[in-house]
């Protein structure tokens, strides 16, 4: 029998089990159905195959003094470590395995944000200049139902040859006002050409070597 001394995981809809959530106990308040028994406690265990996982009912021991907790997957990234070892975690949203908050990924990932209902995507690209001249670099963005950009932000790293070696640029950036200087940044979703454009002056070219940018966005499927 386990005893309430650590925080209970609550959803209406149980999460996979996978390693992530060997050892934790979740209390199940769904609609029981031929897996899962509304208002019984699981805990995740390695199955019979190596490498698999299960959900196992286990019987709890009440514990009269413990605290209810309740919020969203993201905030409780924020504040898990204020919340006590006995509290029921009492999620307001299902859980999704895509939400990654705080990881700055080449894959895309969910931030676990929302804007007007619709939930936040991020994704990030890493760009490679080897000109010295004005040049237009671009890759494809590789988002799928790709509907608003509605945030971006980008730096770049200098060449190991450049005057200015130890300069770190945030983009946009321009210079004294002239455009040799200007990096600009686009996203293009034409059917054609489905692209992250950056475009960069002469003398910007010759400096800046790498370049990093994350992109922030809703999708028409949400």
């Not at 999460?15 to 899962?36: F, H, N, S």
């Not at 919020?71 to 006995?86: F, K, L, R």
């Not at 944000?113 to 760009?127: D, F, G, S």
């Amino acid at each position: 029998m386990a005893a309430l001394t650590e925080k209970v995981f609550r959803y209406k809809v149980m999460p996979a089990a996978e390693q992530r959530w060997e050892g934790k106990l979740v209390q199940y308040i769904g609609t029981t159905d031929a897996t899962y028994t509304k208002g019984y406690f699981y805990i995740c265990k390695e199955g019979e195959t190596a490498g698999t996982y299960i959900w196992e009912q286990t019987d709890v021991q009440p514990n009269n003094d413990y605290v209810l907790w309740d919020g969203t997957h993201a905030q409780y990234e924020v504040e898990q470590s204020g919340i006590p070892d006995n509290a029921f975690l009492n999620f307001t949203d299902d859980y999704d395995d895509l939400v990654q908050v705080g990881v700055y990924s080449t894959e895309e990932t969910k931030t676990g944000e929302l804007i007007l209902n619709k939930p936040v995507y991020q994704k990030t690209y890493l760009m490679t200049n080897t000109s010295s001249a004005a040049i237009s670099l671009q890759v494809p963005h590789g988002i799928t139902n790709l509907d608003k950009v509605i945030g971006w932000t980008g730096t770049s790293m200098a060449k190991t040859g450049a005057t200015n070696v130890k300069c770190q640029r945030m983009l946009p950036f321009s210079y004294y006002g002239t455009l040799d200087w200007a990096v600009g940044v686009t996203v293009n979703d034409n059917t054609s050409n489905r692209t992250l454009l950056v475009q960069m002056g002469v003398n910007a070219s010759n400096e800046i070597g790498t370049l990093y940018i994350t992109l922030k966005y809703t999708k028409t499927t949400d």
